[in-house]
C-alpha cells in the first residue's frame, strides 16, 4: 500500500535518523522555541517531494517556517547526517534483501572517477570584437605631439 503522505516519518524511520542528527547547542537568548527535529524533517521531506519553494512551505502544516526548515538541512548536511543514512538505509535495504540491483544505475555523483578524462577544447570566446574605429586610430594618438 502506498503511503498517501510520504513527507511523514514513520517511527521506524525516525529510530534510525534520530541518533544520527547534532545536538543542539543551548540556547544564548530567550526565543521562540525550537521547532523539533522530527517535524523539521518532516518540513524537508515536504519541500523535496511536493517542489515548492522554501519560502512557500505552509505554516498550517507545522513543519516550522521554511527558512528553519532549509537551515536545519544545511546543518545536518554539514555534519554529515545525509551520508550516515544513506549508509544505514542501505545495509537495512540489504538485510532485507529489498534492493534489486538489476535496475541499478552508477554516475560520478556517487563514484569517483579512475583517472581524469580527456582534456577538452578550450572554449572559443563569444565575446564581441571591438570594431575598428573610423574617426581615429592608435597610430595617429601615439605620434601627436604635446609640445606646442
Known amino acids: 500500500m502506498r503511503q498517501s503522505r510520504p ?3 514513520s517511527d521506524e524511520l525516525w529510530s534510525l535518523v534520530e541518533p544520527l542528527l547534532p545536538k543542539p547547542a543551548p540556547k ?8 523539533p527535529d522530527r517535524q523539521a524533517l518532516c518540513g524537508i521531506l515536504f519541500v523535496l517531494h511536493t517542489g515548492i519553494q522554501w519560502e512557500y512551505l505552509p505554516q498550517e502544516l507545522g513543519f516550522g517556517s521554511g527558512m528553519t526548515c532549509w537551515r536545519r538541512l544545511a ?4 555534519a554529515g547526517v545525509w551520508d550516515q543514512l544513506h549508509v544505514i538505509l542501505l545495509k537495512e535495504l540489504r538485510s532485507k534483501k529489498k534492493l534489486d540491483w538489476s535496475r541499478a544505475v ?3 555523483s556517487h563514484v569517483r572517477a579512475a583517472r581524469r578524462g580527456p582534456k577538452a577544447d578550450p572554449a572559443r570566446s563569444t ?7 573610423t574617426t581615429s586610430s592608435p597610430m595617429a594618438r601615439a605620434s601627436r605631439s604635446r609640445c606646442r
Open 28 to 35: 544564548q537568548v530567550e526565543g521562540r522555541p525550537r521547532v
Open 75 to 78: 546543518a545536518w548536511n554539514e
Open 127 to 133: 565575446a564581441r570584437v571591438r570594431a575598428a574605429s
Open 7 to 9: 513527507w511523514i516519518v
Open 106 to 108: 552508477i554516475d560520478s
